[in-house]
């Protein structure tokens, strides 16, 4: 039987500065399973840094989970945590994914609070809300071009052999680190590069060098157009969410178009080109925060 392991969906996104307990649960088939024996985790960040060491003891929190306490996190950032343990007399080796967050656009009780999702945890679990939570988000910041929370971003360009070069997000709020042909610079040099709204960063005093081959740029960074979400896309996420929750439920056929009642034929709103999600309201709302232009296919 195979094995396979599932992250806990309330620990994919962290507050910054907040520990948080990461879990993972082993299953054998669909059956949840304990390993043969121990347990343990090493977590690293995107560029490879050790946070937390290889082998590092976690805790059984019930059948085939186990979890590990994180230390709050002072910098955004992706961890990918590898939890290793031997099943079936097999040593394996699984991984979760989990992001320092700035902020969150809304919390999964804001969408518990509203009406057909109140109090309807066997239909609606908290994983479901936060997993669905997630999705309005991606949709939404796809379409708009940026974050409206602060995000960690780590971008591995070319260089220009010009002071100024083009970051792959807008609105860049701070530079973590940055490096040229493997060759880090000093928190003096990141504190002269001045940041634009557009992606576009300039050094002050010295060029974003070119190499052969190309793609030795690498910066880290935080971006995002505000700290906090104005409320009305606070709005749009919970009011997608629960739209995507319920459409899991719905009795018309996910390919439908349209339906046809007592009153006629109904034509189902459809995302599109300028329409992002099937709700024409929120439609109006997300196009008023987009921060780049439509890419026409």
């Known amino acids: 039987m195979a094995f396979f392991a599932t992250q ?7 507050q910054r500065n907040n520990a948080e307990t990461i879990s993972i649960t082993f299953y054998s ?7 043969d024996g121990s347990v343990t985790v090493g977590i690293v960040d995107e560029a490879g840094n050790t946070v937390v060491a290889s082998g590092t003891a976690t805790t059984s929190a019930g059948s085939g989970v186990y979890t590990y306490s994180l ?5 955004l950032k992706k961890l990918t945590a590898t939890w290793s343990g031997t099943f079936s007399s097999n040593a394996m080796q699984f991984e979760s ?3 320092i967050v700035g902020g969150f656009y809304c919390s999964p009780y804001e969408v518990r609070q509203m009406d057909s999702i109140d109090g309807e945890t066997s239909a609606f679990p908290l994983a479901d809300i936060i997993e669905s939570i ?3 988000e991606r ?3 796809d379409y708009i071009g940026t974050s409206y929370v602060h995000r960690y971003q780590r971008d591995v360009l070319s260089g220009t052999n010009e002071q100024s070069i083009r970051l792959t997000k807008m609105f860049p709020q701070k530079i973590l680190t940055a490096s040229i042909d493997g060759v880090a610079l000093t928190s003096a040099e990141i504190n002269k590069i001045a940041l634009y709204e557009s992606g576009m960063i300039i050094r002050e005093d010295d060029v974003w060098d070119y190499t052969i081959p190309g793609r030795k740029v690498i910066i880290e960074y935080e971006y995002g157009k505000t700290k906090q979400p104005p409320q009305d896309l606070v709005y749009v996420i919970k009011t997608l969410t629960r739209f995507n929750l319920i459409s899991a ?3 018309i056929p996910e390919r439908a178009t349209s339906i046809q009642n007592e009153f006629g034929t ?3 709103s459809q995302p599109s080109m300028g329409r992002p999600t099937a709700l024409p309201e929120l439609n109006v709302i997300i196009n008023r925060h987009r921060q780049r232009p439509p890419v026409v296919g």
Not at 8 to 14: E, L, V
Not at 29 to 35: I, L, M, P, Y
Not at 71 to 75: I, P, S, T, Y
Request: charged share 25%; hydrophobic share 40%; glycine share 6%.
């Open 8 to 14: 806990a969906a309330d620990s994919r996104q962290i």
């Open 97 to 99: 994914l989990h992001e």
């Open 266 to 268: 109904v034509v189902l």
């Open 134 to 136: 997630d999705w309005s």
């Open 29 to 35: 088939g669909e059956t949840a399973t304990d390993a």
């Open 71 to 75: 230390a709050g996190q002072a910098n």
């Open 249 to 251: 439920y719905s009795r």
């Open 139 to 141: 949709i939404v910041e």
